[in-house]
């Protein structure tokens, strides 16, 4: 069993729609997560971070389950400029390294 | 500078030739981290440094594969007798510290092709 798992998509939605997220982790010991965002052929680009009480920023909501080891990404009125890969991140105990899920490729339409 | 710069941007080698990969970390940041990202793939952690600690060489795939840290700053990948199977994007990421709260700052990564 993968430590991150996402669905690889793709999601292929609209413009203005909404689309959901979801990713799981293996190891409960988990201390901080991630969402970054992966445009094609450049680096990863921190996205937000994610909180145990949930988190907001403008379009974006990120929530964390820590008793089902589930973290999700809500994307609001989506925009084509939101096509991309979208990365959930896990970090262990302080001062361990990250560790990437495979990535959900998300597609934008107009 | 304001961002994790890396070097070279490309780098096509033979098989069987020694590279090196540069990473200059955001100045401060005493985190820094390799990964590699192969075609299609997802990131795949190859060694993390933490200030003057031993680093985690975990993720490296081979003896062939090492990195150092001089000074705690800048950091070199090397890898030796290159195959095949190395080319890949290899990105360095630096953070302030390795507290749990702090997310990772990417370089725009070297791509190696071996041929």
């Known amino acids: 069993r993968k430590e991150v798992e996402q669905d690889p998509g793709p999601f292929n939605v609209p413009e203005g729609a909404t689309v959901a997220f979801n990713c799981t982790y293996s190891n409960s010991a988990s201390q901080s997560f991630f969402w970054y965002r992966q445009d094609c052929r450049k680096e990863p680009k921190l996205l937000m971070s994610v909180y145990s009480s949930g988190n907001e920023d403008g379009r974006f909501t990120a929530q964390l389950n820590r008793a089902s080891q589930y973290i999700s990404l809500l994307i609001r009125d989506s925009k084509l400029s939101d096509s991309a890969t979208y990365l959930c991140v896990v970090k262990g105990n302080q001062g361990g390294k990250l560790i990437f899920g495979q990535g959900t490729e998300l597609s934008v339409k107009p | ?115």
Not at chain 2, 13 to 25: Q, S, Y
């Open chain 2, 1 to 115: 500078g304001a961002g994790v710069s890396q070097s070279p941007s490309n780098k096509v080698t033979e098989k069987g030739k020694d590279v090196e990969l540069r990473c200059d970390p955001i100045s401060g940041h005493t985190a820094l981290y390799w990964y590699r990202q192969s075609l299609g793939q997802g990131l795949e952690f190859l060694i993390y440094f933490q200030g003057n600690s031993a680093p985690d060489k975990s993720g490296l795939p081979s003896d062939r594969f090492s990195a150092e840290r001089t000074g705690g700053s800048v950091s070199t990948l090397t890898i030796q007798r290159t195959q095949q199977e190395d080319s890949a994007v290899y990105l360095c990421a630096s953070s302030p510290t390795g507290g749990r709260d702090y997310g990772y700052t990417f370089g725009s990564g070297t791509r190696l092709t071996v041929v």
